[in-house]
């Protein structure tokens, strides 16, 4: 008897006793495995670099609300399960809920709204197909990422324009976890690297900087750096970016080697700069001519790999410009005209830095050519349509043009890159050259790792005024359109690869593969596959059963043989 029971009990002992140990080495050894082709409950590197530098429990509120239609379903699940993985890989705690800011009561619901926009979270008017016909929802499909002390937010749904509505979900599912973890480290990390925006050449026109300075006020430390004042090219090396802003004077020999010299020792250095002068204010009567301008740039940049040409791209992608179209009693009415001087470019490159990014404003761009530079990748990130011309200098600039619409086969041209990026090893300018007066020949470095990005539009991180006060605007905001481009969002983007490459930036290059169903084999085989989800499993039990009631009756009739 006591046989019996020990037999009974003892793989019940073996069970509990298996699962006891289990639950305990699940306390101290934490593993995941990752089953999917895409590794999408996988994080990158860097992520994990910042979740490992939280100290305290942080808790994300979910903007979107509920009772969402479909496709908002699939991005609010994406955003449920990122958190959870967060909070797998965080040593603190990560929590989550919901918060729908129509709920806010009172006048405290436009406070909240308006504070939403400082982080980019505008709301979006969704609308869906219901069985009662066309409904409509106003949604914020934003997050909050906040600790006892602060709170940070970030814009979650964010595509190219002219993508679909799928595609565009999909490519914000794939930027969930950069936009999540660069939340979660703009909370941890308030400021990071420093940024210098050069001065002294007319450089950063009306705004004095204060696109730049607003857009990236949190993350880096801008200073405004007048280059005569440098003495040697260490003066520069703290800084991880350079800024050079549409400059309107020349700059010396001495100035130009200084930034070579920042370049080979592995700085990184943004160029923005017009390939003519163009004074808009002339541009009215008979117009003005945009005249070629020399910067002393241009044989630098040459050296490392791309030339800026002296002409402006015109695009049938434009944007408008307002212009005096008479009064209405003693008021003057302004009046918005197509400008094809200014792009609005949308076709993006797969990079880190474009990849999902909305339109692009650019105002007298010049276009950019490529030329023999060994050693050094160049990349275009931004291009404009599939419409455009290029004006080779002097360009006659004019209002009057407005008033008779394009000859749209005069534009022919497709994909004009508007932005380049150039990485790997440059040579420098002065190789087999002479220095300028006061640098030694020891100190010169001849070949250098670092980055260099050019633009052929020196305001494209510029902001424009407020038309009633004269404030600057933020970034991208448009005054007249009332339209905010992704100005503000490039160069966030621009600035966090250049300062960290391989940091949270290089989450932004995963893609999840699109599978939707075949609706053909959907209608053709709904009855066929109805039949195996259904009977499939109870067929599978069925022969399992039989197959060890079998066995087990083999062994008992063994036994009593």
Known sequence: MKSSVAHIAKPWIVLFGGIVLFILLGQFMHFRVDLTEEKRFSLHPATEEVLARISEPLHVDILLGKNLPGGMRRLQKSIEETIRTFNAYSPEKITFSYFDPMSVEGGEREEFILSLAQYGINPTNLSFNQNTGLQSQL?????????????????????ERGMSPDQILNQSIENLEFELSNAIRKLISPESSAIAMLIGHGEMGSDEGFGMVEALDGEFELFKVPLEQAKKPEDLEHFSIVFIQGPRDSYTEREIYLLDQYVMNGGNLVVLLDGVAVNVENAGGEGTLAMPFESGLDNLLFRYGVRVNKDLIQDLNFGYLPVIGGNFGDQQQMVPLPWPFFINA?????HAVTKGLDVVNFRFVSSLDTVMA??????????????SRILPAPVRVAFSDMEQEPDVTLYGIKNLPLVYLLEGEFTSLYKNRFLPDGFAKADFKEKGRG??????????????????NGTPLALGEDPFSQTTFANRLFLQNLAQYLSEPEGIIASRTRTFQIRPLDKVKVTQQKAYW????????VVVLLVFGGIIVGIRKNRYNKKSN
């Open 530 to 537: 109805q039949a195996v989800n259904v009977l499939g499993p």
């Open 139 to 159: 949604i914020f499909p934003g997050i909050l990422v906040s600790n006892e002390e602060f709170e940070t937010g970030a814009l979650i749904l964010k595509g």
């Open 346 to 350: 949308g076709r993006m490159q797969s």
């Open 374 to 387: 060994e050693g050094v990748v160049k990349t275009p990130l931004i291009f404009s349509s599939d419409y």
């Open 451 to 468: 980055k260099v990005v050019v633009i052929g539009d020196g305001e494209v991180f510029q902001a424009q005024s407020n038309l009633e």
